[in-house]
Nanobody
Framework: QVQLVESGGGLVQAGGSLRLSCAAS????????LGWFRQAPGKEREFVAG????????TYADSVKGRFTISRDNAMLTVYLQMNSLKPEDTAVYYC?????????????????WGHGTQVTVSS
């Protein structure tokens, strides 16, 4: 079993920054992907960014490219999402997810383990 715990959410004004963290523990895999998804009220959960282990290959949703950066520590026990130039439309609950796979996929169903989420609210 894998446990994922997100932190770092909060309220920020448009144009501001936040950094989310996701701490992973429990069962380990030699090859996996850690991803960030978000879900706004009344909308479907959507992919934000993902990073692989090994290789640290990253993938981003078009809506966050150039503003968000995903990174990890060497052991990939903690993954970060640095969010800059935040917009009101970035308001959502942000979830960390882990999938036992080789490359990043944007499909939520491909990820086996999920955190409980952390709220990000961007005011205009």
């Amino acid at each position: 079993q894998v446990q994922l715990v997100e932190s770092g959410g909060g309220l920020v004004q448009a144009g501001g920054s936040l950094r989310l963290s996701c701490a992973a523990s429990g069962r380990t895999f030699s090859t996996f992907v850690l991803g960030w998804f978000r879900q706004a009220p009344g909308k479907e959960r959507e992919f934000v960014a993902g990073i692989t282990r090994p290789g640290a290959r990253t993938t981003y949703a078009d809506s966050v490219k150039g503003r968000f950066t995903i990174s990890r520590d060497n052991a990939m026990l903690t993954v970060y999402l640095q969010m800059n130039s935040l917009k009101p439309e970035d308001t959502a609950v942000y979830y960390c997810a882990l999938g036992n796979m080789l490359s990043v996929t944007t499909a939520a169903r491909a990820y086996d383990y999920w955190g409980h989420g952390t709220q990000v609210t961007v005011s205009s």
